[in-house]
Each structure stands twice: as structure tokens, then as C-alpha cells.
């Protein structure tokens, strides 16, 4: 079942929603993961381990920290090794 409701955005949310071919569909699944994530706290709370929202905010940062330090020549490493492994195992497999 659905329901039709109105609601009011701010303007680069209403500017970002134009560019959706289905605003329902999409909102819809906006919702869903705020949902699953809040759902997931709950669970986590429940089993002792309280994450604030600084908590999340810290681990972000230190995400694009670490990002920022990936340097083309990491990447040429790992897509090499990536290759190795996935050579090993085909060859495994024959």
C-alpha cells in the first residue's frame, strides 16, 4: 500500500529531487537506509556499544583522511597484487 503526502524541502534538495526520473522511488529509498541505519543502532545500543552521531562524524573524517593518502603509486601496487591473486586462483581452479 502507499500514500500520497506533500512535504517541503529546502531548495538544493527540491534542485537535487528534479534531477530524479522517479522522486518517489527515490525518497523511498532514502528513507529505507535512514531506517536500516537507525534500526542498526538500536541493535548495537542494545548490545552495548552507543554510537553518537560525533562518532560517525569522527569516523568519516578519518575515512577521507586515510583516502587522502592513497597515492597512484598504492594503486598501481594493489592492481598488481589484485592480478596476482586472481591469477593464483584461476590457476587453483584447473
Request: glycine share 4%.
Amino acid at each position: 500500500m502507499t500514500k500520497k503526502i506533500a512535504i517541503s524541502v529546502p531548495d538544493d534538495v527540491a534542485d537535487r529531487l528534479s534531477t530524479e526520473p522517479n522522486v518517489s522511488a527515490f525518497v523511498t529509498g532514502a528513507v529505507r537506509r535512514q531506517m536500516a541505519g537507525e534500526k542498526t543502532r538500536e541493535v548495537l545500543a542494545r548490545a552495548g556499544f552507543v554510537i553518537t552521531d560525533e562518532d560517525v562524524a569522527d569516523a568519516h573524517a578519518e575515512m577521507e583522511q586515510l583516502k587522502a593518502r592513497i597515492t597512484p603509486e598504492l594503486r598501481e601496487q594493489a592492481a598488481r597484487l589484485q592480478a596476482e591473486v586472481l591469477a593464483a586462483r584461476a590457476k587453483a581452479r584447473r
